[in-house]
């Protein structure tokens, strides 16, 4: 198994509801990211998660809340968002720093 | 920390012209740099990879050549195809950790 999956692909929700986006691997990478991509713009690192522990917070608003339940699974708790956090949500993981990342499909969210 | 810089685009070629799209980074040592390749729609692919000077990573016809004397690191391809179409990213870590971080992007259009 060469994949990161992510759910959902696609998410809409409104200011005050709680959703949570997904990830899973199962390549036995032992570092998990968040990233934000805004429409016509590179990808943004919000969260790292190094053998299961949060290594690197870009300084993300608390509205965002990650969480690693184990080496395969990393999730991503929405609370209260505003409309300028709609984007696309991409996980990604790695073995080291040689091999690069290895990228979710993302999730397109939409805050109404 | 370490930063690369990419071309401007948008980029419009024919099908079967020669590309070449620009990066340079700045970086202590010697990163491993990457091209990643993203799909409309979609999240981003690892297209190739170098990880010390003079090496040359390829796949899909694609090239890149990993050049100290000039900190460059610039994206080729002999014949583009519509299907090449996409927004390119070139990377390299940034720091000790696993920071990956990515130029701004050169989004390619290929026409008939």
């Known amino acids: 198994d060469t994949e990161v999956t992510q759910t959902p692909k696609h998410l809409v929700m409104g200011m005050t509801n709680k959703k949570s986006l997904k990830c899973e691997q199962h390549?036995?990478?032992?570092?998990m990211y968040w990233y934000k991509q805004k429409a016509k713009k590179p990808p943004e690192l919000m969260f790292v998660y190094s053998y299961e522990k949060l290594s690197i917070n870009e300084s993300v608003p608390s509205r965002f809340s990650p969480e690693c339940p184990n080496s395969s699974l990393l999730n991503l708790h929405l609370h209260a968002l505003q409309p300028e956090d709609s984007a696309l949500y991409l996980c990604?993981?790695?073995?080291?720093?040689?091999?690069?990342?290895?990228f979710g499909s993302g999730t397109r969210l939409t805050v109404v | 920390g370490n930063s690369v810089t990419q071309m401007e685009g948008p980029v419009t070629l024919s099908e079967e012209a020669f590309l070449t799209i620009n990066c340079t980074y700045t970086a202590t040592g010697y990163p491993s740099l990457f091209w990643y390749v993203q799909y409309p729609g979609e999240g981003l692919q690892l297209l190739l990879k170098a990880t010390k000077a003079d090496d040359k990573g390829s796949n899909k016809g694609f090239e890149a050549t990993y050049r100290k004397e000039t900190t460059s690191f610039h994206l080729e391809k002999g014949s583009v195809q519509v299907s090449d179409s996409a927004v390119y990213f070139c990377a390299s870590f940034t720091g000790g950790g696993n920071k990956l971080t990515f130029g701004t992007g050169t989004q390619l259009k290929v026409e008939l």
């Open positions: 990604a993981s790695s073995h080291d720093r040689v091999g690069g990342y290895t």
């Open positions: 390549m036995g990478h032992r570092a």
